[in-house]
């Protein structure tokens, strides 16, 4: 599966941005689609992910309230819509998938083994 991100770019604190996601290959009902961030000098952190297989959405404490992660099945395409977003919400931003999940490894990096190349999402005070 081979992942192309999209979207992303400059915005002032409590603008809104939306990046996507598509597959090269119609997910499976077990498919997980997650978004992760980098910033400079830190590590990979999970942002949010959603589970085919019910259509399940999960979201880091940081962002829940404030990013949404939704599906459009026809596209093969996952959406992050990001809302009240904030200057430490600035990273590169990358889409991962797999073939399934377990729940408890869901914001686990190495649970992922298809990664998109990242998108740069800016936020200015």
């Known amino acids: 599966v081979q992942l192309q991100a999209s979207g992303g770019g400059s915005v002032q604190a409590g603008g809104s941005l939306k990046v996507s996601c598509v597959a090269s290959?119609?997910?499976?009902?077990?498919?997980?689609m997650a978004w992760f961030r980098q910033a400079p000098g830190k590590e990979r952190e999970f942002v949010a992910a959603?589970?085919?297989?019910?259509?399940?959405?999960n979201y880091a404490e940081s962002v829940k309230g404030r990013f949404t992660i939704s599906r459009e099945n026809a596209k093969n395409t996952v959406y992050l819509q990001m809302d009240s977003l904030r200057p430490e919400d600035t990273a590169v931003y990358y889409c991962?998938?797999?073939?399934?999940?377990?729940?408890?490894?869901?914001?686990?990096?190495?649970?992922?083994?298809?990664w998109g190349q990242g998108t740069q999402v800016t936020v200015s005070s």
């Open positions: 991962a998938s797999s073939s399934s999940v377990i729940l408890s490894n869901l914001a686990s990096p190495s649970a992922y083994g298809y």
């Open positions: 290959a119609r997910p499976s009902s077990r498919f997980v």
């Open positions: 959603f589970r085919f297989m019910g259509n399940y959405a």
